[in-house]
């Protein structure tokens, strides 16, 4: 059962645009939301994360925005730049825990276009 | 410079064969952690480690084992148990705690095994 969904596999975007990718998850024991970014051959890297007690957050071009009642979760990137041309994985962490154990989401492709 | 290491970037296995993939940090972090990627499926927990000489399973153990006898090393071992084995593996690190700084996993290059 995917606790973190990622439903759009990609999205494509204008260079100077806004990009937008959601993420949606099942349950409420979570107790921060976190972004990361991967390029192809490479590991994941942390982009921005969000406690579960906001509802926004912001650093620089990016800012996530949680929805606790509708269970979701959304990256803005303004302007969009081709070097944002990645695999976004947005992930979740457990209540429970007190690592970086984290589930993750499938992922979302975004391409942008100069 | 402070990071994670993995090696080898590329293996090859034959069916059959155990194959061990080597994670190293140097971040000076209490956990330890290896996903695997698969197309469209994101990233899976396979194993992780709190402590030294301590770790659990996580969602797909079957087929894998680790050890963490060094705070600075935790090597995954697929065994020939592991029915799909070809996949991008991935190691990370991170502090411990219920504070934001140890939700920030910190990723190795990762491994691509192909078993042929």
């Known amino acids: 059962d995917q606790q973190v969904k990622q439903n759009s596999p990609s999205l494509s975007v204008q260079e100077g645009r806004i990009s937008i990718l959601n993420c949606d998850y099942t349950?409420?024991?979570?107790?921060?939301f976190l972004w990361y970014k991967k390029y192809p051959a490479e590991g994941p890297t942390f982009l921005i994360s969000?406690?579960?007690?906001?509802d926004k957050n912001e650093d620089g071009r990016f800012t996530v925005f949680l929805n606790k009642s509708a269970k979701h979760l959304s990256l803005h990137i303004v302007p969009s730049q081709p070097g944002d041309s990645a695999v976004y994985f947005c992930?979740?962490?457990?209540?429970?825990?007190?690592?970086?154990?984290?589930?993750f989401g499938q992922g979302t492709t975004l391409q942008v276009k100069p | 410079d402070g990071g994670i290491t993995q090696s080898p970037k590329y293996l090859f296995r034959k069916e059959g064969q155990n194959v061990t993939l080597s994670c190293e940090q140097n971040?000076?972090?209490?956990?330890m952690y290896w996903y695997r990627q698969d197309p469209g499926q994101g990233l899976r927990l396979i194993y992780y480690?709190?402590?030294?000489?301590?770790?659990q399973k996580g969602d797909i153990a079957e087929g894998y084992s680790v050890s963490r006898e060094k705070k600075e090393s935790f090597p995954l071992t697929v065994t020939s148990a592991q029915k799909n084995p070809t996949a991008f593996y991935l190691c990370?690190?991170?502090?411990?705690?219920?504070?934001?700084?140890?939700?920030?996993?910190?990723f190795g290059q990762g491994t691509r095994l192909t078993v042929v």
């Open positions: 990370a690190s991170s502090t411990t705690g219920t504070g934001i700084s140890s939700t920030e996993a910190f």
């Open positions: 349950n409420s024991m979570f107790d921060y």
């Open positions: 969000i406690s579960s007690i906001k």
């Open positions: 992930a979740a962490r457990p209540l429970s825990s007190n690592t970086g154990k984290l589930i």
């Open positions: 971040l000076n972090h209490d956990a």
């Open positions: 480690s709190q402590i030294v000489n301590d770790f």
